[in-house]
């Protein structure tokens, strides 16, 4: 039998940055990634100590008004602890992602739909690969490194800190 | 007991023992090629292949099938997966050359895995037919 073969998405060219995280390369697009900066003003968080599924993150960051919430993307992949030196901040978002190290950004012309065989929380991470350089590369889907729910609880939980802090 | 008339099966190894998959299910047989890993939770899954611009997932059942001591995996056994209505390559790493073959199968007699849907009887050997699905729905669920 003839295999149907899943088209890859084919489109106007996409800008990506280029990250890796525990010796894994990644990609993200450009779009999503308001600002790439040094861990320098980090400021150590202590919700994710009292409620384990916030653990990845470790950090916020206040800027221009608004705080973000700093995601290890080693805990979020479930890779070992690994050696993060920059921070991507995410647009429009509440979370920036701790990260070892940029490389470059690069433009992609096809997004290959992440193979079905793949079938956990690989789904809501990627939102496909890249072939560069004959290498594939996940394309990370911004939009999952923490979500809404997540968001408001990291908020009640900094909100309830400073109210203990205050008084 | 006799299962069906003669039908085409391709022969794989793994370690000292050989598998078959019917083979309208395969594809190719592949070179050694790089496996390429990134972060993920299925079960199974080694990584993927980049051949000819199409990303082919590599699905290591040799653990489920012979257990740990299965020695290094050399080739790549393409075969197609079924996803509902939908088609996709998968490569089985196996550790040496395959052999198509021509014969009747035959019923599994006594007990044997659901995935193992019959046997071929060969010289000295009797060969397990694989349901690719079977298996590694079966491993997934362990």
Redesign the interface.
């Known amino acids: 039998m003839r295999q149907k073969r899943v088209q890859p998405r084919r489109g106007a060219s996409e800008n990506v940055i280029l990250f890796t995280v525990g010796g894994f390369r990644f990609a993200i697009a450009a779009g999503a990634v308001s600002e790439i900066r040094s861990m320098e003003g980090l400021q150590r968080f202590f919700g994710g100590t009292r409620h384990k599924a916030m653990a990845k993150v470790l950090y916020t960051l206040d800027r221009n008004g608004a705080t973000h919430f700093v995601v290890s993307a080693a805990q979020h992949f479930r890779l070992p602890p690994s050696r993060p030196t920059r921070v991507l901040i995410l647009r429009h978002a509440a979370a920036a992602l701790l990260v070892d190290s940029t490389d470059r950004m690069t433009e992609i012309s096809v997004l290959h739909a992440l193979p079905l065989a793949f079938n956990r929380e690989e789904r809501d991470w990627y939102r496909g690969l890249a072939i560069l350089n004959a290498e594939a590369v996940p394309v990370v889907n911004p939009s999952a490194f923490l979500s809404r729910g997540e968001v408001a609880v990291l908020r009640a939980i900094t909100e309830q800190m400073q109210g203990v802090a205050v008084g | 007991m006799m299962l069906d008339d003669q039908k085409s099966f391709v022969l794989f190894p793994l370690g000292r023992k050989r598998f078959a998959l019917p083979a ?1 299910k395969v ?1 190719e047989l592949a070179k050694p090629d ?1 496996l ?7 079960p199974l ?1 080694a990584g ?1 292949l ?1 051949r000819r ?5 590599v ?1 290591d059942v040799a653990h489920a099938l012979v257990g740990p001591d299965a020695p290094p995996r050399k080739f790549y056994l393409i075969a ?2 079924q ?1 509902e ?6 490569a089985i790493p196996v550790t040496g050359e395959c052999e198509l073959t021509s014969i009747q199968p035959q019923r599994p007699a006594g007990k044997l895995p659901a995935y193992v849907t019959g046997v071929l009887s060969l010289d000295n050997e009797i060969v397990e037919i694989l349901a690719l699905e079977e298996l590694i729905a079966t491993e997934v669920a362990i």
């Open positions: 309208e594809t790089r390429q890993t990134f972060p993920h939770r299925t899954l993927v980049v611009g199409r990303i082919v997932p699905c197609n997966r996803f209505s939908r088609n996709e390559w998968t």
